[in-house]
């Protein structure tokens, strides 16, 4: 069992940074993949960027791809998204998630292959 709790989100101006930690529980930590998804009123939950297992492997969707960062600190069982030049249209709820598998390439940008989810922090960028 992972239990994952988001922070950092916020109401934050365009153009502006945010950075996003999940902290998970557990003693496995680095054998999950993780993954950062986020939802936006009357839309489907999104890919927004997954790191499998590796430390330098990172995945992003295009939308964010230039201007967010994932990371993880195995040490410390946690898991940073560092968003800059932020848009309105980044304004959603963002959840973490661990997958349990090895997840590779769009493998890893899929939700339903995610066992374990956060209850998810709001950001909200005003224009």
């Known amino acids: 069992q992972v239990q994952l709790v988001e922070s950092g989100g916020g109401l934050v101006q365009a153009g502006g940074s945010l950075r996003l930690s999940c902290a998970a529980s557990?003693?496995?930590?680095?054998?999950?993949?993780m993954g950062w998804f986020r939802q936006a009123p009357g839309k489907e939950r999104e890919f927004v960027a997954a790191n499998p297992l590796s430390l330098t492997t990172t995945y992003y969707a295009d939308s964010v791809k230039g201007r967010f960062t994932i990371s993880r600190d195995n040490a410390n069982n946690t898991v940073y998204l560092q968003m800059n030049s932020l848009k309105p249209e980044d304004t959603a709820v963002y959840y973490c998630a661990a997958n349990a598998d090895y997840c590779s390439g769009y493998g890893c940008s899929l939700w339903d292959k995610y066992d374990y989810w956060g209850q998810g922090t709001q950001v909200t960028v005003s224009s």
């Open positions: 557990g003693r496995t930590f680095s054998m999950y993949a």
